[in-house]
């Protein structure tokens, strides 16, 4: 199993980016996609994450700013990031909660990061 992510670059403040996520591989299910963030210095945290057909959880930091969505069929999470901000600087990293297999448990996977900066 692979998550590729995409879409990092430089913005500036005010500016919109577009995250994806697409998991390929050896996938039965997948329940929560979501993304993490991780500044210089501090803490990786939760950005967004949707389980599947449930309603979408977002950090305060990013409520009316960024909006998560995923396309089931494809095995993606897109995150469209609008009004951002130097504080929104970051690693981006999608996960995936995920069964390789029938019987298998749920399992988190992780993408490779993705580099956000936000600066004029």
């Known amino acids: 199993v692979q998550l590729q992510a995409s879409g990092g670059g430089l913005v500036q403040p005010g500016g919109s980016l577009r995250l994806s996520c697409a998991a390929s591989?050896?996938?039965?299910?997948?329940?929560?996609m979501g993304w993490y963030r991780q500044a210089p210095g501090k803490q990786r945290e939760l950005v967004a994450a949707?389980?599947?057909?449930?309603?979408?959880n977002y950090a305060d930091s990013v409520k009316g700013r960024f909006t998560l969505s995923r396309d089931n069929a494809k095995n993606t999470a897109y995150l469209q990031m609008n009004s951002l901000k130097p504080e929104d600087t970051a690693v981006y990293y999608c996960?995936?909660?995920?069964?390789?297999?029938?019987?298998?448990?749920?399992?988190?996977?992780w993408g490779h990061g993705t580099q956000v900066t936000v600066s004029s």
């Open positions: 996960t995936a909660d995920l069964k390789a297999g029938w019987g298998q448990p749920f399992t988190r996977y």
């Open positions: 591989g050896s996938i039965f299910m997948i329940n929560v």
């Open positions: 949707v389980p599947s057909g449930a309603n979408t």
